[in-house]
C-alpha cells in the first residue's frame, strides 16, 4: 500500500508564494494535486504524468501554480505564487497505480494524502 504525505502547507500573504512536497513511499504513475475548501467540494489544481512531460492545470491556477516531479524522490511538487484568498483550502496529494497521464477527475485516482492546510490572508 503506497503512502503518500504532504508538506508545506502555511498561513501566508495574499501575493505571496509557497512550495508544497508530497512524498511516496513506492513506486506511482501519474500525480495530482487536489484543493478543498470549507463547505466545497475536492476540486483539481494540477496534475502531471509519470515521465513528467505532459501536466495540466485548472484555470483557476494557469500561470500562477507549476506542478513537477522528481521520481529519483518520489516526490511530487506544486510552486504557488502569487497567491489569492480564493486559494485557501486544503491541498491533497493523489497519485495512480496504473494511470501515466493524470486524469482531472478524482476518482481515477488510488492513493491519497491527509492534506496540508494553505491558508492565504487578504
Known amino acids: 500500500q503506497v503512502q503518500l504525505v504532504e508538506s508545506g502547507g502555511s498561513l501566508v500573504q495574499a501575493g505571496g508564494s509557497l512550495r508544497l512536497s508530497c512524498v511516496s513511499s513506492?513506486?506511482?504513475?501519474?500525480m495530482a494535486w487536489f484543493r478543498q475548501a470549507p463547505g466545497k467540494e475536492r476540486e483539481f489544481v494540477a496534475g502531471i504524468s509519470w515521465s513528467g512531460a505532459s501536466t495540466n492545470y485548472a484555470d483557476s491556477v494557469k500561470g500562477r501554480f507549476t506542478i513537477s516531479r522528481d521520481n529519483a524522490k518520489i516526490t511530487v511538487y506544486l510552486q504557488m505564487n502569487s497567491l489569492k484568498p480564493e486559494d485557501t483550502a486544503v491541498y491533497y496529494c493523489?497519485?495512480?497505480?496504473?494511470?501515466?497521464?493524470?486524469?482531472?477527475?478524482?476518482?481515477?485516482?488510488?492513493?491519497w494524502g491527509q492534506g496540508t492546510q494553505v491558508t492565504v490572508s487578504s
Open positions: 493523489a497519485a495512480c497505480s496504473v494511470l501515466r497521464i493524470a486524469p482531472r477527475e478524482a476518482g481515477p485516482y488510488d492513493y
Open positions: 513506492g513506486r506511482t504513475f501519474a
